[in-house]
């Protein structure tokens, strides 16, 4: 079986709207299929969102480079992911406090070639890592009290947890359950279709049906089911949807 493809997960973090969602749309296009990324233009609203989900790649566009990196680095408790410093025209490259957390400095205007050539090195990086995720083409086998299930990626809807207790609902109509936690199939799925847009609910993108705003958001599903929204991830969530609709 061939080896799974595993995704390099970006944030551009700290950038003007135009610039950012530029950028990303440059490695997304440099990269369509090995690539996810995302945008948050509020440096401390980005630093809150990639403490609790680190992407593989920072690219920190920022006028203030010591402070924002200082921030960066008290914001893990080891050592963040890799950064690419992309400074303002004006800022003085003698300056800078380099961390070992930074891997290239460039200066805006960012030639495409710099970028490639960096997340190439990345990936080839994480392609030696040991393969631990699946594919949406692929079969999950679930472990349940009565033996073993085979599903298929693509027909998992969404998944609900209750404590250890994690149930599967499928394009089918059927439901199943296993002794689980939420965060092994949140690793273990592929992050380009399942998205945890809540504590207890892991969706499949490709089973949304529409986004409600009632009360709180809420995810309608194509089965008809209404899964929860949570505010901590609303906006990530966003920007997921964004990077794969038309908009």
């Not at 890592?129 to 969404?158: A, C, H, N, Q, Y």
């Not at 409600?212 to 906006?235: A, Q």
């Amino acid at each position: 079986m061939a080896t799974p493809r595993m995704p390099l997960k970006f944030t551009v973090l700290g950038a003007d709207p135009h610039s950012g969602n530029a950028l990303c749309k440059r490695i997304l296009s440099e990269f369509p299929d090995d690539c996810i990324g995302n945008v948050f233009n509020d440096f401390q609203g980005g630093l809150q969102a990639i403490r609790e989900a680190p992407p593989d790649l920072i690219l920190l566009q920022t006028k203030h480079p010591n402070t924002d990196i200082i921030e960066l680095h008290n914001a893990f408790v080891g050592k963040p992911p890799p950064v690419m410093l992309i400074l303002d025209q004006n800022t003085k490259l003698k300056t800078i406090t380099l961390h070992p957390s930074i891997i290239h400095t460039m200066k805006s205007p960012i030639e495409n070639k710099e970028i490639r050539q960096s997340i190439a090195a990345l990936l080839n990086e994480k392609r030696k890592e040991i393969p631990g995720k699946i594919k949406g083409d692929e079969t999950i086998m679930l472990s349940t009290g009565t033996g073993w299930r085979l599903l298929k990626i693509k027909d998992i809807v969404r998944i609900n947890s209750e404590g250890n207790y994690i149930t599967f609902y499928t394009s089918r109509q059927e439901k199943f359950t296993v002794i689980k936690t939420m965060k092994y199939f949140e690793e273990k799925l592929p992050q380009e279709l399942f998205f945890r847009v809540h504590q207890s609910h892991i969706i499949n993108f490709k089973h949304i049906e529409k986004v409600t705003i009632c009360d709180g958001y809420s995810i309608v599903m194509n089965d008809g089911s209404s899964v929860p929204l949570s505010k901590e991830r609303k906006e990530r969530f966003k920007l997921f949807l964004q990077q794969k609709c038309i908009t």
